[in-house]
T-cell receptor
Framework: GEDVEQSLFLSVREGDSSVINCTYT??????LYWYKQEPGAGLQLLTY?????DMKQDQRLTVLLNKKDKHLSLRIADTQTGDSAIYFC??????????????FGQGTTLQVKP | DTAVSQTPKYLVTQMGNDKSIKCEQN?????MYWYKQDSKKFLKIMFS???????INETVPNRFSPKSPDKAHLNLHINSLELGDSAVYFC??????????????FGEGSRLTVL
């Protein structure tokens, strides 16, 4: 099936770490993605991880993938007020590679308090 | 220069009307998409075109008709608008051969409100 789930809201203080979680159902997904949507804007690809990796680090961002549990997480270190946005987890479902069809989660709104 | 641009940004109209949203990308991509984001932020694909050819049509009502005059443009025409059509519509583009990396470039969205 095609289903991606995320918690809806996360609030952290500036300087803390944020962890946004996602579960997905399609175990054959080759890539999994994190997109960021700032207020009034379109989505931007933040990072992605190939399914044969457990972890990917990119500056303040760490992506962890647990294929057995079909769980993906995004950790933002030293969260800043500029990180306040909606974060979407996404996958390309089985049979849809090379089509660009992405299945998105509902998005997690990250609120960063000064 | 805006990479993926949509017009209009806001659209308020009455039920039953017909409206269009236009999208243009200057990235040289050959694949374009329409996604719909509802009030609960769910984002779902509606259509995908590759080089003017329809690739994906996700059981969208036939009141929605996409048109791609060339690979840089993908317009969305909606007939007989209903209240449930109220949403933000996002246009996106990507390079076809790189679609498995999931990197789509999104426009800023067109917020449609049907009264």
């Amino acid at each position: 099936g095609e289903d991606v789930e995320q918690s809806l809201f996360l609030s952290v203080r500036e300087g803390d770490s944020s962890v946004i979680n996602c579960t997905y159902t399609d175990s054959s997904s080759t890539y999994l993605y994190w997109y960021k949507q700032e207020p009034g804007a379109g989505l931007q690809l933040l990072t992605y991880i190939f399914s044969n990796m457990d972890m990917k680090q990119d500056q303040r961002l760490t992506v962890l993938l647990n294929k057995k549990d079909k769980h993906l997480s995004l950790r933002i270190a030293d969260t800043q007020t500029g990180d306040s946005a909606i974060y979407f987890c996404a996958e390309i479902p089985h049979g849809s590679s090379n089509t660009g069809k992405l299945i998105f989660g509902q998005g997690t709104t990250l609120q960063v308090k000064p | 220069d805006t990479a993926v641009s949509q017009t209009p940004k806001y659209l308020v109209t009455q039920m039953g009307n017909d409206k269009s949203i236009k999208c243009e990308q200057n990235l040289g991509h050959d694949t374009m998409y329409w996604y719909k984001q509802d009030s609960k932020k769910f984002l779902k694909i509606m259509f995908s075109y590759n080089n003017k050819e329809l690739i994906i049509n996700e059981t969208v009502p036939n009141r929605f008709s996409p048109k791609s005059p060339d690979k840089a443009h993908l317009n969305l025409h909606i007939n007989s608008l209903e209240l449930g059509d109220s949403a933000v519509y996002f246009c996106a583009s990507s390079q076809y051969r790189q679609t498995n990396t999931g990197e789509l470039f999104f426009g800023e969205g067109s917020r449609l409100t049907v009264l």
